[in-house]
Nanobody, 122 residues
Framework: QVQLVESGGGLVQAGGSLRLSCTAS????????MGWFRQAPGKEREFVAV????????YYADSVKGRFTISRDNAKNTVYLQMNSLKPEDTAVYYC???????????????WGQGTQVTVSS
């Protein structure tokens, strides 16, 4: 089973930036679509961004479009989420996950990591 480990979270002021990383244990990383999701306290897990197998296609939630950028390095088995112009409402635990299809539906993703906390202060 694929193991995913997220890192890069932290506390940042509104308007600041963070870059999250997610590294996979599998050498077949390039065969997975990768996605980033987040879950705020008391809320359901929600889609943030997805990237296709070789990185040629990306898709974002409207709430982060223009501020966040997803990318991947298949040679390093790693997917990234560059987060700029952060807002307090971006505060959540951020998770990465993989899928066999290019989708943004939470239930189509698996092998969830432990998550990394992002806190944006106003």
């Amino acid at each position: 089973q694929v193991q995913l480990v997220e890192s890069g979270g932290g506390l940042v002021q509104a308007g600041g930036s963070l870059r999250l990383s997610c590294t996979a244990s599998e050498r077949t990383f390039s065969s997975f679509v990768m996605g980033w999701f987040r879950q705020a306290p008391g809320k359901e897990r929600e889609f943030v961004a997805v990237i296709s197998w070789r990185g040629e296609s990306t898709y974002y939630a409207d709430s982060v479009k223009g501020r966040f950028t997803i990318s991947r390095d298949n040679a390093k088995n790693t997917v990234y989420l560059q987060m700029n112009s952060l807002k307090p409402e971006d505060t959540a635990v951020y998770y990465c996950a993989h899928s066999s299809s290019y989708t943004y539906t939470v239930r189509d993703f698996g092998s969830w990591g432990q998550g990394t906390q992002v806190t944006v202060s106003s």
